[in-house]
């Protein structure tokens, strides 16, 4: 799996079956925000999945709901997406941080 980000070097590395693409960005330090503790509400941990999405679970209802048509163009929600099956090419964007 490997997670882009604009601001770092990409980090690539192996997670297990089951982790959610939010614990695998931290597992192999990169940095997806979140405010909800991963309960699909923020939607502030949104990446865009550019390839391997076959390798990770089916959007549920929840995520469907917050992130609408964007679903159809890669986008999940870190917190919700999980590795179903080998994840090695499984590539995920993470978009640049807003300034605060």
């Not at 089951?18 to 991963?38: K, Y």
């Amino acid at each position: 799996m490997t997670f882009v980000d604009p601001e770092l070097s990409p980090l690539t590395g192996n997670v297990q079956p089951g982790t959610s693409l939010l614990n695998a960005a931290m597992q192999l330090g990169a940095l997806v925000r979140t405010t909800c503790g991963g309960f699909a509400r923020c939607h502030e941990c949104r990446v865009t999945v550019s390839a391997g999405a076959e390798a990770l679970s089916v959007p549920q209802p929840d995520e469907e709901q917050v992130l609408g048509a964007g679903i159809h163009q890669g986008a999940r929600l870190s917190c919700q997406a999980r590795v179903v099956r080998d994840g090695h090419d499984v590539v995920v964007l993470i978009p640049p941080r807003r300034a605060s």
